[in-house]
């Protein structure tokens, strides 16, 4: 009750400042008491227009960025994973297609894993009738976040992951999107010492993935507390290949 007490009250001061404000400027500006009601609405439209305004530039710029990002997008990401399959630990549906829109370019091929739990093994399980070692994968992709209540799987499930990760040797990496909250799964992963990002869906997320499955980088990115950047730098043999085959084109004209 003291709190709601103490918010009226804090409300009831606030306008009588206003109105008070308003008052004092009429007088200054030689208008009348009357006049008030259109002083503010004059003031509040201005406010209006200048925001407006404001958007319409932050909206222009918007599509700049996007279409230019979106230019460079296959400089970055294009034929990088090139005769390489990648596993896709998920069974979101929704994520499934985000990661393979964000590899679309790159040459890879997907194949996607159901990891189980088995209560009976009390063990962690691939759905199906799979073959790891035949599939002659380069990579895991892991957008699964495990069912249960609050933790019961976490700790077993990225036991799992490290001991399939030691068993294969290849880059292991989550992939989420940023839900803005503190307990997110991604937050979880890195803890665990898993690499990853939290911008699934984006060019940020496409870029990060692209460039932990296909270098030895590693780190914690995206925009979530913990994150060591937004997105990691391009890898210098990236840079390096690059510049040798536009050495190469020049030489050849």
Same mark, same amino acid.
């Given at each position: ?100 829109? #964000?590899? =679309? ?6 194949? $996607?894993?159901?990891?189980?739990? &088995?209560?009976?093994? @009390? %063990? ?102 913990? #994150?060591? =950047? ?6 210098? $043999?990236?840079?390096?290949?690059? &510049?040798?085959?536009? @050495? %190469? ?5």
């Amino acid at each position: 009750m003291y709190n709601m007490r103490y918010h009226l009250a804090s409300l009831v001061a606030v306008f009588l400042a206003l109105t008070i404000g308003l008052l004092l400027g009429g007088t200054i500006a030689g208008r009348a008491p009357e006049n008030i009601h259109d002083t503010l609405i004059e003031g509040i439209q201005r406010d209006v227009d200048i925001q407006r305004e404001r958007n319409d530039e932050l909206r222009a710029e918007n599509i700049i960025i996007r279409d230019f990002s979106d230019m460079l997008m296959d400089d970055f990401v294009a034929d990088r994973l090139l005769g390489k399959t990648i596993l896709v630990f998920g069974t979101d549906a929704q994520d499934i297609q985000r990661v393979t829109v #964000a590899f =679309a370019d790159t040459g890879a091929e997907l194949v $996607q894993i159901s990891p189980n739990f &088995d209560h009976e093994a @009390d %063990a962690w399980t691939f759905g199906g009738d799979f073959d790891l070692e035949a599939l002659d994968f380069h990579g895991i992709v892991n957008i699964f976040e495990p069912a249960g209540i609050e933790g019961e799987y976490l700790s077993d499930y990225f036991e799992f992951l490290q001991q399939t990760q030691e068993n294969y040797e290849v880059p292991l990496i989550f992939a989420a999107i940023d839900t803005y909250e503190e307990d997110n799964f991604i937050v979880y992963a890195w803890d665990a010492g898993f690499s990853g990002t939290n911008q699934l869906g984006n060019h940020y997320g496409t870029y990060t993935m692209v460039v932990l499955l296909g270098s030895n980088t590693e780190g914690m990115f995206g925009s979530t507390e913990g #994150a060591l =950047a937004l997105y990691p730098p391009t890898p210098s $043999q990236w840079t390096i290949a690059a &510049d040798a085959a536009n @050495d %190469a084109e020049n030489v050849a004209e």
